[in-house]
Each structure stands twice: as structure tokens, then as C-alpha cells.
């Protein structure tokens, strides 16, 4: 057995000990020995491998199934720009905390710079957005065993927290001599120590923080972000959640309506406890920025950093049984009662804004034991301020840096990791951004996913913040609104996906549980958003404010 392929089918079958359920390949010559390797692996039933053609779609697919699954998830790709396609990803699972293992085949270290195709310098190419990268060397033999396999266990505990950090992405890149392709019969890998253990056992670091110094019987509310831990569900205090937060489900649905209101004063607090990293509305931002009110934050449970753009956390530490006074907490439920009756009068008009009646619409259609994915813009901002919260979804977002790009290789991934149906909410703009993520191989695993997409011509997000402001009416609409004349139906029958255009009084017919890969499509005019907005807005500043001034 040449040098590496040995190196290779050492590395895979080590992944394997290390929990590896599935990996992600782009084709490429260099990185054939972990093709090679991957596929072999795949036939015997260790893995599952999923191939793909685009690399940053790959990166995205690997996020996807690490994200959903919490195991680590490698991506092989060839040397050059191939890695550098994974950048996207990288980072979006460095800020998210998500274990995706980047697999980079190189050229020996020799032909660096001498001009040799395909050659760029790979060690270190992500920065500081990796947990740990290791430069690997070129394989040589047998006796190499224990050190393969050591970088291997080494990198696959940085992923998942287990060194003592918060759980991320990593890279190991390996230089791969030629040969590239097995030759004569197959040989099995050199053997790892006692059955399917890693060749290093790692003990996962475990933590314990004090209660935070705060006022238990104050008048506290919970600020639930992505990444919030999953025991903040029994509250006995205002929790106002993000729809990717764990929280979610028993949170307050109106929320962020509620901070920004006129009547706000009456429902202030005097301590807010933030837990994971809120990022979506701007009056959740003012609450934690307020010096008046003293902010704390809750660690988190894996090691990651604290959230305080506003630098105003006084202290970090665990939530201790909170007493608030029962009137404060009934002044909240009530205000939120109203809000919530507010928004459903006028989301019950077809008229109102399209963006937020399908928002409401799909959590509610779904059934128990579904997935749902969120897309960045206004699909989880939508949801958050329309949906009623509830129990029986898994609820994820790309909420690390937020971008639109990959997500439909995201949910793609997350589906496959997911045991029931799933299901996606995008921007016309969001699928347009990962088109080939609707580009699935005839021998590849197919997830049972249907993504519905709201197609407003354009980018309707800009329509809601200063850019949408009447005096740049003249510049908007091509360069936020970025309107595009694609035809989504022949988009779907290229790449042999089924279509469905449907309203939001029909979707939930459209959306019934069913097997493969689809698309529902639900249009929208976004010229009237910006004013459906504001009349919402309107109305929930009434009734919250004859709700506060009850007796």
C-alpha cells in the first residue's frame, strides 16, 4: 500500500473511532487518496459520505449535519482555491460553535511556491476562526500510525469542546505525496488500539460557575439568544427568546413589540440576565445598553464567550431561582395577551404584510417532531415577531455571523441529520445565494425536506431599516432592493426539484409531511411592506398601552 493511501485510510478509519457518522467530498485530484478512503467506508456502512461539486455548498452541508447532529462533521476538498471556498462556513461554525472538521489535501511543502499548479499556503489559511489547525506531514508508513491517528483524536476534541474551549470548527491539512490512487488488492489500515476506541481517549472538560450576585425578587427579565442553554424553559419571570434559542418554546411571543413600545416605561425592569447572543431587534439592543437597568450574563455552559456589545455586563455566572414580584410578571403576561391579539387582527387581514402571515402560519402547520430552519434577513426576524412560540420544533438558524450564504446547503444537511420531517423558511435572495445547494447526485442521500421560499422580487429586509426611508427612494431599489427576474419554478425542474406556488391560505395543505427534496413557493409585493410594518406597529402600541393603564 503506497504512503498516501495508507495516511488516508488511517485518518478515516480514526474519524470513525471518534464518532464520525458522516463526511462531506468535493472532487479533486489531490485529495483522491481521502476519496478513495471515504468511499471504501461508505460501502462497508461506517459512514455515510455525501459528495458534492461546489465547495462552499460542501462546507455548508457539513455545518448542516454538524449543527443538527452535534457530532463532528469532516469536509474533504483538493488544494487551492478549493479551501478557500470553505471560508463561508469556517466562520460561520466558528461563531456558532459548531464541530465541522476541514479535511485540505496539499501539495508536498517542496512544491510550495515554485509555481506548481494548485498550490497556495494552506496552514493557517482560516486565521484565528479554527479551534486548532495541524499541518500534517507526508505520509510515510506503518510506523506513522499512532501519529495520524493522535493529530486525528487531537483535532476532533478541539471540535467538540473537549480540550476545554467551546466546540468549533478545525483543520487538519495533509500534504499528499504521489501516488495518489491504491494499486494491487486492498489492504486493511494499520490497526488502532482495543476494537473501535480513538487511539487517544479524551476526557470532555466539565464546569461549574457560581450563582450571579443578583437581586432574585427584583424585577428581572431574560434576554434568550442563540446558543442559550435548553433549562431555561420554567422561568418564573418575562423571557423574551429568540426563535433559535432553546427558550423559545414557553417565551413571551410579542416580546420585542413589547420593549418598544411608548408604554415600555410601565414593563421596565430593573436587571436583565442575558443568555446566548442575541442578535435580532434593535429594542432588545437599547433594553441591554440602558444604564439604568444592571445586566448580567449567563455563562455558557461549553466554554464560549459572553455576549455585551454594549459593555454593560456586570458579572457572569449561573441563574439562580428567581422570586420576582407576581403584579410585575402579570403586568407583562397581560401586555403580551394584547400585543398578541393586535397582531393577529391585522395578520388576519389578507392585506397585511405577507412576510409575517407566513411566519405565523408555518410553525403552526407543522407537526410534532419536525425541523424547522430559519434564513437570516427577515425569515427568522419574521418569525420572531409573528410566530406563537411552541413546543414539538427543533428551531435553528445560521445566527453565527448571519449570512444568507449556504443556507440552503444548511438545511439540506440538518434534514439529512434530522429524524422527521423537515422543513426550511427563505428569502427569494437566500436560495439565489446557494443554488447549487439544490444540486443533490443521483447516488447521494436525499433529505425529506420541503423549503418554502417568499418570493418579493428582491431583497425586502432594506425596505424596514434607514435605507427604505422615502428620500432614497431613488437609489433603493437597485441597490438594496436588488430586484432579479428569475423564474424559481424552471429553477426547481433544472435541478429536479419538485414546485409548488402557493398563498398563505394554503400552505398548510402544501406542506403536509411528505418524502424527497421540494419547494414551495409563496409570492409577495414588498412596495407596501415598509407601511404594513409601521400599521402593525401602530396597533400593538394601543393595546399594550390600554393594557398597562388597566387596573
Do not use: K
Request: charged share 15%; hydrophobic share 45%; with cysteine.
Amino acid at each position: 500500500m503506497n504512503p498516501s493511501t495508507m495516511q488516508a485510510q488511517v485518518i478515516v478509519d480514526e474519524l470513525v473511532r471518534c464518532g464520525v457518522t458522516d463526511a462531506v467530498l468535493c472532487p479533486g485530484s489531490r485529495n483522491a487518496p481521502l476519496s478513495f478512503a471515504l468511499h471504501t467506508a461508505d460501502a462497508a456502512g461506517r459512514l455515510r459520505l455525501h459528495v458534492r461539486i461546489d465547495e462552499r455548498t460542501a462546507g455548508f452541508l457539513a455545518l448542516g449535519l454538524a449543527l443538527r447532529s452535534g457530532r463532528p462533521v469532516p469536509v474533504s476538498t483538493t488544494s487551492g482555491t478549493a479551501v478557500a471556498n470553505l471560508h463561508p462556513a469556517v466562520l460561520e461554525a466558528s461563531h456558532a460553535g459548531v464541530p465541522l472538521v476541514v479535511l485540505s489535501a496539499d501539495r508536498p511543502p517542496e512544491l510550495i511556491g515554485t509555481g506548481a499548479n494548485q498550490t497556495v499556503v494552506q496552514p493557517g489559511i482560516f486565521g484565528a476562526a479554527v479551534r486548532l489547525a495541524v499541518n500534517g506531514a507526508v505520509g510515510g508508513g506503518p510506523g506513522d500510525n499512532g501519529r495520524w491517528r493522535s493529530a486525528v483524536d487531537r483535532v476532533v476534541a478541539a471540535a467538540t469542546g473537549a480540550l476545554g474551549g467551546p466546540p468549533g470548527p478545525v483543520h487538519l491539512n495533509l500534504p499528499f505525496a504521489e501516488p495518489l490512487v491504491p494499486h494491487g488488492s486492498a489492504e486493511p489500515p494499520p490497526a488502532g488500539r482495543a476494537g473501535a476506541e480513538p487511539w487517544t481517549a479524551v476526557a470532555p472538560v466539565t464546569r461549574q460557575v457560581p450563582s450571579l450576585p443578583l437581586d432574585p425578587s427584583a424585577p428581572t427579565v431574560v434576554v434568550a439568544g442563540h446558543g442559550a442553554p435548553d433549562d431555561l424553559l420554567e422561568l418564573s419571570v418575562p423571557v423574551i427568546a429568540e426563535p433559535g434559542s432553546a427558550a423559545w418554546p414557553t417565551a413571551l411571543r410579542t416580546g420585542p413589540w413589547l420593549l418598544g413600545t411608548p408604554s415600555a416605561a410601565a414593563l421596565a425592569p430593573r436587571q436583565v440576565v442575558v443568555a446566548g447572543r442575541p442578535t435580532l431587534h434593535r429594542p432588545v439592543q437599547r433594553l441591554l445598553a440602558d444604564p439604568d437597568v444592571a445586566v448580567f450574563g449567563l455563562a455558557d455552559p461549553r466554554g464560549g464567550p459572553w455576549t455585551d456589545v454594549a459593555g454593560a455586563v456586570r458579572s457572569i455566572g449561573a441563574l439562580p431561582p428567581l422570586t420576582p414580584d407576581a403584579e410585575w410578571v402579570g403586568r407583562w403576561c397581560a401586555a403580551d395577551a394584547a400585543a398578541g391579539a393586535a397582531l393577529d387582527r391585522l395578520l388576519d387581514d389578507p392585506a397585511g404584510p405577507v412576510g409575517l402571515r407566513l411566519a405565523r402560519a408555518l410553525p403552526a402547520a407543522l407537526p410534532d417532531g419536525a425541523l424547522l430552519l430559519l434564513g437570516s434577513s427577515n425569515p427568522v426576524r419574521d418569525v420572531s415577531l409573528a410566530a406563537v412560540p411552541r413546543r414539538g420544533l427543533t428551531v435553528l438558524a445560521n445566527r453565527g455571523v448571519a449570512g444568507i450564504d449556504g443556507t440552503v446547503s444548511t438545511a439540506v444537511g440538518a434534514a439529512l441529520a434530522h429524524n422527521g420531517p423537515a422543513y426550511a423558511l427563505l428569502g427569494d435572495l437566500t436560495l439565489l445565494h446557494d443554488t447549487t445547494g439544490l444540486v443533490i447526485g443521483p447516488d447521494e442521500p436525499r433529505p425529506d425536506l420541503t423549503i418554502v421560499v417568499l418570493n418579493d422580487g428582491g431583497g425586502g429586509i432594506f425596505g424596514l431599516l434607514e435605507q427604505g426611508a422615502p428620500e432614497h427612494a431613488a437609489a433603493f431599489e437597485r441597490v438594496f432592493g436588488t430586484p432579479h427576474r428569475v423564474d424559481i419554478a424552471a429553477l426547481c425542474a433544472a435541478t429536479g426539484v419538485a414546485h409548488i406556488t402557493t398563498d398563505v391560505a394554503g400552505l398548510a395543505a402544501a406542506v403536509e409531511p411528505a418524502p424527497g427534496l421540494r419547494l414551495v413557493e409563496v409570492r409577495a409585493d414588498r412596495t407596501a411592506l415598509r407601511a404594513g410594518h409601521a400599521a402593525l406597529r401602530a396597533a400593538v402600541d394601543a393595546a399594550v398601552a390600554e393594557a398597562v393603564a388597566a387596573p
